[in-house]
């Protein structure tokens, strides 16, 4: 296959991989979590970066992992505990990941949940 180069083809993976990734889990910043204790107080940066992590290890099996603001933050509750049994998740560990996503799928101007 003349002029095909799979160095080429890998860095490009390579790169459209970094560019598809980065937004969908940004690092938890304070502003993450200083949202998070208006709707769950007590919550600290450790419980968001625990949902976050549970996020990409146990959702990434059977689908792509979905960017948090494709759903609503009141949408995000339903969907995980849908997929509890499939993910074989325990109720802290689906509970963490919904923290996690409610809390980066709440648009960041908005005043704080009731
Ligand atoms: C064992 C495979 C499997 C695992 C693991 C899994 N899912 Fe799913 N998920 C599916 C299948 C199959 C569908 C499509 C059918 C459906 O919607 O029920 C789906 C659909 C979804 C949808 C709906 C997508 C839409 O278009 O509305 C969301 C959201 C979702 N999964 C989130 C998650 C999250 C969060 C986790 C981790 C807690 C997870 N999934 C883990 C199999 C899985």
Request: proline share 8%.
């Amino acid at each position: 296959m003349p002029g095909f180069s799979w160095a080429r083809t890998s860095s490009l993976a390579a790169v459209l991989l970094t560019a598809a990734c980065a937004p969908l889990l940004a690092p938890v910043s304070q502003a993450d979590v200083a949202r998070a204790q208006a709707r769950f107080p007590g919550t600290t940066t450790a419980d968001l970066e625990h949902g976050r992590a549970l996020y990409a290890v146990k959702c990434t099996g059977c689908h792509a992992l979905e960017p948090a603001t494709r759903h609503r933050p009141d949408e995000w509750p339903d969907e995980v505990n849908r997929m509890l049994r499939s993910a074989h998740l325990d109720r802290g560990e689906a509970d963490a990941i919904i923290r996690y996503l409610v809390v980066s799928s709440t648009p960041t101007d908005a005043t704080p949940l009731r």
